[in-house]
């Protein structure tokens, strides 16, 4: 989606826009503030579970990244035994200055669960 010919950007990715369809399979719903590129302030939104870059103009996927290190801190919260690791990706994702591509997000997130299985095996 952040790396398509015409990026788009969901710009509200929180865990009441995710529903669980089956056993690990996960969607995101509700697109309707989502936007493509030249994007806009969404001042709309609210700013605790928002990327300070969506409330301005010219935002691209560092909100969608921002939101989804939200995601798995909050996810902390209720999941006990979710990894440190995992966890410290999500800060990782929301507190870098220069937040990562999501393509580099989701490596980050890969490499910690090929460590976790290696350490199963």
């Known amino acids: 989606m952040h790396e398509a010919e015409t990026p788009i950007f969901h710009r509200d990715i929180r865990w009441p826009n995710i529903i669980r369809l089956h056993g690990s399979q996960w969607m995101l719903i509700d ?6 590129m030249p994007t806009r302030a969404a001042s709309h939104l609210e700013h605790a579970n928002h990327a300070p870059e ?3 103009d010219d935002h691209k996927g560092e909100v969608d990244i921002w ?7 909050d996810a902390a919260v209720w999941i006990l035994d979710l ?5 410290e990706r999500g800060r990782w994702m929301q507190e ?4 990562p591509t999501a393509a580099d997000a989701l490596k980050a997130i890969q490499d910690v669960y090929r460590t976790m299985c290696d350490q199963k095996i």
């Open 31 to 36: 697109w309707d503030d989502a936007s493509s």
């Open 54 to 56: 969506v409330f301005n």
């Open 67 to 73: 939101s989804v290190g939200k995601l798995i801190k």
């Open 83 to 87: 990894s440190a690791d995992v966890v």
């Open 96 to 99: 870098t200055k220069l937040r």
